[in-house]
């Protein structure tokens, strides 16, 4: 299938040779009847109406392949999950690594011909790749939901996704897919560790998470004028939230203690962004600047040895991934790789995978998300409070989801069954 320009629709157009009206789409010509009569005027509306909703792709013929679909779903997951201020939905990525396998595997293959065999051949090849299973399981859902799309819009018949939901998730211990632990929370002592070599804006935004239970993506978009300053508590109306897309509304109770954290950060234009990495460079520098031990009438005079066009310019708020990126360089300074370590190793064992191995394991011992915070502010409040106090903090609508953020507190059963004998 040709790709078509966004915002493109093909004209109404007259067929000298027959005198009558014709328009093309997708590269095939459609006669709509008599040159500028109503009947052929209403004939072009319907078929660039049903061309538009098709994703700009006529409805498929039998032969047409899985890759020439993926073609037009892709157009519609941009439509479906857009760009919202500069950042791409996270849902876009995964869709795009999940049906990888589908088209590497069955890209040429006609998608009428797609069946549960070939799914479980997919699913096989995740777990060669070395995805663990509620990864596969999630990604599997994501390609039933791309035959489901072509269903919809009339490009494969009902039976073909019908015959697909057939097929049933991986399950705990029964298949060869790796099992990954569960996310837990950090000590607050480890978190603590990171803030010498964070700049304030990334240390406010932990504490933050920490008090508040915020998400990354929340916690990096508080504007003034999402916050709500009057009374004892401030409420904090994110202007993006994960499930938004589901009508539910997203508010988040600022105690005492995190308005100390914000004040600071609060700006006269209440549109700003309180948390800007573009200020935070200028802070880092000027630190530089004032620690330099070359005089000013030597050397680089500050700011004359910058990029003229630099590749990155920084913005006016963070996102998920720089806030991710900026926590884990603090972790690589707040725990550095023992070197010492490697001196204990047999000579069989400091080859380059082995070194490797090692430190890929002290990174995942040491290292953290700011993911991570959210599931220790909701252990905390369930240990102080309840798990129903949890669910309020986080902003869960369902109770099982809290239960994944908030852990059980072992250390009060164990006291009372110490008390009870």
């Known amino acids: ?241 994960k499930t938004q897309h589901l009508g539910i509304e997203k508010s988040i109770q600022i105690g005492p203690r995190a308005q100390e954290i914000l004040k600071p950060f609060l700006r006269p234009n209440p549109a700003e962004f309180l948390f800007s990495p573009k200020e935070a460079d200028a802070e880092r520098r000027t630190k530089l600047s004032a620690s330099r031990k070359t005089p000013l009438s030597c050397g680089n005079v500050p700011g004359s040895n910058r990029q003229r066009q630099p590749q990155r310019i920084l913005g006016g708020s963070y996102n998920r991934n720089s806030y991710l990126v900026a926590v884990r360089c603090g972790c690589e300074k707040a725990f550095p790789y023992p070197e010492a370590t490697l001196a204990k190793l047999d000579d069989t064992e400091k080859s380059a995978e082995a070194r490797a191995l090692q430190r890929k394991q002290w990174r995942k011992e040491h290292f953290w998300s700011p993911n991570r915070l959210r599931h220790t502010a909701g252990t905390n409040v369930r240990a102080r409070f309840n798990v129903e106090g949890a669910q309020a903090i986080l902003g869960h609508s369902n109770l099982r989801t809290t239960e994944i953020y908030a852990e059980k507190n072992h250390k009060i059963a164990t006291k009372i069954m110490s008390a009870m004998g």
């Open 1 to 241: 299938m040709p790709r078509v320009k966004e915002n493109f629709i093909p004209s109404y157009r007259c067929h000298k040779q027959s005198g009558q009206a014709i328009v093309t789409l997708s590269g095939k010509d459609h006669l709509l009847g008599p040159w500028n009569s109503k009947t052929s005027r209403n004939e072009y509306d319907r078929l660039t109406a049903e061309w538009l909703a098709a994703g700009r792709t006529l409805v498929c013929h039998d032969g047409v392949t899985i890759s020439e679909l993926l073609v037009s779903y892709r157009q519609h997951c941009m439509e479906a999950y857009p760009t919202i201020n500069g950042e791409r939905s996270s849902e876009q990525q995964n869709i795009r690594y999940a049906l990888r396998p589908l088209r590497k595997l069955y890209g040429a293959t006609p998608a009428r011909d797609f069946g549960p065999l070939k799914l479980k051949a997919v699913i096989d090849e995740m777990i060669r790749i070395g995805w663990c299973r509620k990864t596969i399981n999630r990604n599997v859902g994501r390609v039933k939901r791309f035959f489901k799309w072509c269903v919809g819009n009339e490009f494969l018949p009902v039976s073909v996704h019908q015959s697909l939901t057939t097929v049933e998730g991986l399950r705990s211990g029964r298949s060869k897919a790796c099992e990954t632990a569960p996310v837990k929370g950090i000590a607050e002592e480890h978190a603590a560790m990171v803030y010498p070599f964070v700049s304030r804006q990334i240390k406010a935004m932990i504490q933050l998470q920490l008090l508040t239970g915020m998400r990354p993506g929340e916690v990096v978009l508080i504007r003034g004028m999402d916050l709500n300053t009057t009374g004892e508590t401030w409420t904090y109306t994110p202007s993006r939230h």
